[in-house]
């Protein structure tokens, strides 16, 4: 009877610690070796404090706020008219190097000064030829009409190659003897302090709204001013025109492809997070990664827009005071 009593006894406390109150048979579990990061079967990730300290993992709190609708364009630097300049041969001939030598890129010239002279070919016969033939017209200028005398001398002139502008050597196409053709582009000069960005905008109402623009350089932003819009269309996109400002235009080259921010006067209303919190799940979705406790991530798919570059604007799937991974979310996204 007494070990009757004794197994009914330990059955009842063993059905006690399975059942208690409270229990929920369908909590998940952490999974085996749960001191390393993981993901969890819904799609959140288990990761440890060590871990986060070694990856550097930051998490911001956000908040809900009102900005200026803002749209990326592609737009590329080109070169100030007013500041720079090619220079091309009027006529065919050989080049050769002015005073200084040729320059070469990356050189500084001055407006006026002699980069190079180009030798023109003298048709019918050689070039000594023709100068031997205005020695012996110099030789009897008292007989031979002053318009013969400077058409010869025209043809066997040097004509001078003259920096149109101050700046810098953008390019040079040629080398010492090199024969070149009339109008071919031999420098091009530029003035690195003035340097316009050209961007193509594909909505005609949307170059009248815009308000403020920038350039994205890294993780700095290039202030540019508009300076208006063409009224022709060029591949279906109307060009809009900025200058540059800024020590950071210094740093600028022509030809070279940027991302042009531009904000409009429309005002919209959502919760502004660095641009590279935004991650890619599995599904090509944008996501990020809201922290939802101290060891645990939760990966929430959003609709966001651009802010100004280095930010962008969530307008769905995400509220304001929600904490959320802005450094090393790459990391994060990556463990399986």
Same mark, same amino acid.
């Given at each position: 009877?007494?070990?009757?009593?004794?197994?009914?006894?330990?059955?009842?406390?063993?059905?006690?610690?399975?059942?208690?109150?409270?229990?929920?048979?369908?909590?998940?579990?952490?999974?085996?070796?749960?001191?390393?990061?993981?993901?969890?079967?819904?799609?959140?990730? #288990?990761?440890?404090?060590?871990?986060?300290?070694?990856?550097?993992?930051?998490?911001?709190?956000?908040?809900?706020?009102?900005?200026?609708?803002?749209? &990326?364009?592609?737009?590329?630097?080109?070169?100030?008219?007013?500041?720079?300049?090619?220079?091309?041969?009027?006529?065919?001939?050989?080049?050769?190097?002015?005073?200084?030598?040729?320059?070469?890129?990356?050189?500084?010239?001055?407006?006026?000064?002699?980069?190079? *002279? =180009?030798?023109?070919?003298?048709?019918?016969?050689?070039?000594?030829?023709?100068? @031997?033939?205005?020695?012996?017209?110099?030789?009897? !200028?008292?007989?031979?009409?002053?318009? +013969?005398?400077?058409?010869?001398?025209?043809?066997?002139?040097?004509?001078?190659?003259?920096?149109?502008? !101050?700046? =810098?050597?953008?390019?040079?196409?040629?080398?010492?003897?090199?024969?070149?053709?009339?109008?071919?582009?031999?420098?091009?000069?530029?003035?690195?302090?003035?340097?316009?960005? &050209?961007?193509?905008? *594909?909505?005609?109402?949307?170059?009248? @709204?815009?308000?403020?623009?920038?350039?994205? /350089?890294?993780?700095?932003?290039? @202030?540019?001013?508009?300076?208006?819009?063409?009224?022709?269309?060029?591949?279906?996109?109307?060009?809009?025109? #900025?200058?540059?400002?800024?020590?950071?235009?210094?740093?600028?080259?022509?030809?070279?492809?940027?991302? =042009?921010?531009?904000? +409009?006067?429309?005002?919209?209303?959502?919760?502004?997070?660095?641009?590279?919190?935004?991650?890619?799940?599995?599904?090509?979705?944008?996501?990020?990664?809201?922290?939802?406790?101290?060891?645990? #991530? @939760?990966?929430?798919?959003?609709? #966001?827009?651009?802010?100004?570059?280095?930010?962008?604007?969530? +307008?769905?799937? /995400?509220?304001?005071?929600?904490?959320?991974?802005?450094?090393?979310?790459?990391? /994060?996204?990556?463990?399986?």
């Amino acid at each position: 009877m007494n070990r009757l009593l004794m197994t009914l006894l330990l059955c009842t406390f063993g059905m006690t610690a399975l059942a208690h109150e409270g229990h929920d048979d369908a909590a998940p579990a952490l999974p085996a070796g749960s001191n390393a990061p993981q993901r969890l079967p819904d799609g959140s990730v #288990f990761l440890p404090k060590p871990a986060q300290r070694q990856m550097d993992l930051r998490t911001v709190q956000t908040a809900a706020q009102e900005a200026m609708r803002a749209l &990326e364009l592609n737009g590329r630097v080109t070169m100030d008219p007013n500041a720079g300049g090619k220079v091309q041969a009027i006529i065919a001939g050989r080049v050769t190097p002015g005073p200084g030598g040729l320059p070469v890129a990356g050189q500084r010239v001055k407006r006026g000064e002699v980069l190079a *002279y =180009v030798t023109p070919a003298v048709g019918g016969g050689s070039r000594s030829l023709a100068v @031997s033939r205005l020695n012996r017209l110099k030789e009897l !200028s008292d007989t031979v009409p002053k318009k +013969t005398l400077e058409e010869a001398e025209a043809a066997v002139a040097n004509e001078q190659m003259v920096a149109p502008v !101050s700046g =810098v050597i953008s390019a040079a196409h040629v080398v010492a003897g090199q024969v070149v053709d009339a109008r071919e582009t031999l420098f091009e000069v530029v003035d690195p302090a003035r340097l316009q960005v &050209e961007a193509l905008v *594909y909505d005609v109402a949307l170059a009248a @709204s815009i308000r403020s623009a920038h350039a994205v /350089l890294g993780t700095e932003k290039l @202030s540019l001013k508009l300076l208006g819009a063409a009224r022709a269309m060029r591949e279906q996109a109307l060009p809009v025109t #900025f200058r540059a400002e800024g020590e950071l235009a210094q740093r600028l080259a022509v030809g070279q492809p940027l991302k =042009v921010v531009v904000q +409009t006067g429309q005002p919209v209303q959502g919760v502004p997070v660095p641009a590279a919190a935004v991650m890619k799940n599995t599904a090509n979705q944008s996501v990020v990664w809201v922290k939802t406790g101290a060891e645990s #991530f @939760s990966p929430r798919v959003i609709g #966001f827009e651009p802010l100004d570059g280095a930010n962008v604007l969530v +307008t769905s799937g /995400l509220e304001g005071g929600e904490r959320i991974v802005t450094q090393a979310a790459a990391l /994060l996204n990556q463990v399986r």
